[in-house]
């Protein structure tokens, strides 16, 4: 059984920082097809940030492209969301989502069968 632990939340203020961690236990994380996923209030969970088992290949959603990294640590088996100049209408929940499966649709939550319990993060202006 796959298990994901978020951290890294907080408050930031609109134009700045942060470094989501998402420690996985059960599986090694170069096994997992990995995704980032944000819930905001009053809003549907959307996919914002996925990468492939190996790391070779990221997917983001157009929302963030250009602003979020996302990287996996083999050795400390931990996946990371690198969230630069952020906007208040990045805030929201943030969880991490695995699956050991090759999928389709890297940024669909269908794909994707543990979950963290997320982490949140607020972004003033």
């Known amino acids: 059984q796959v298990q994901l632990v978020e951290s890294g939340g907080g408050t930031v203020q609109a134009g700045g920082s942060r470094r989501l961690s998402c420690a996985v236990s059960?599986?090694?994380?170069?096994?997992?097809?990995m995704g980032w996923f944000r819930q905001a209030p009053g809003k549907e969970r959307e996919g914002v940030a996925a990468?492939?088992?190996?790391?070779?290949?990221?997917t983001y959603a157009d929302s963030v492209k250009g602003r979020f990294t996302i990287s996996k640590d083999n050795a400390k088996n931990t996946l990371y969301l690198q969230m630069n100049t952020l906007k208040p209408e990045d805030t929201a929940m943030y969880y991490c989502?695995?699956?050991?499966?090759?999928?389709?649709?890297?940024?669909?939550?269908?794909?994707?069968?543990?979950w963290g319990q997320g982490t949140q993060v607020t972004v003033s202006s």
């Open positions: 059960g599986a090694p994380v170069n096994s997992l097809r």
């Open positions: 989502a695995a699956d050991d499966r090759l999928g389709a649709h890297w940024l669909d939550l269908a794909e994707y069968t543990d």
């Open positions: 990468i492939s088992t190996i790391g070779t290949t990221t």
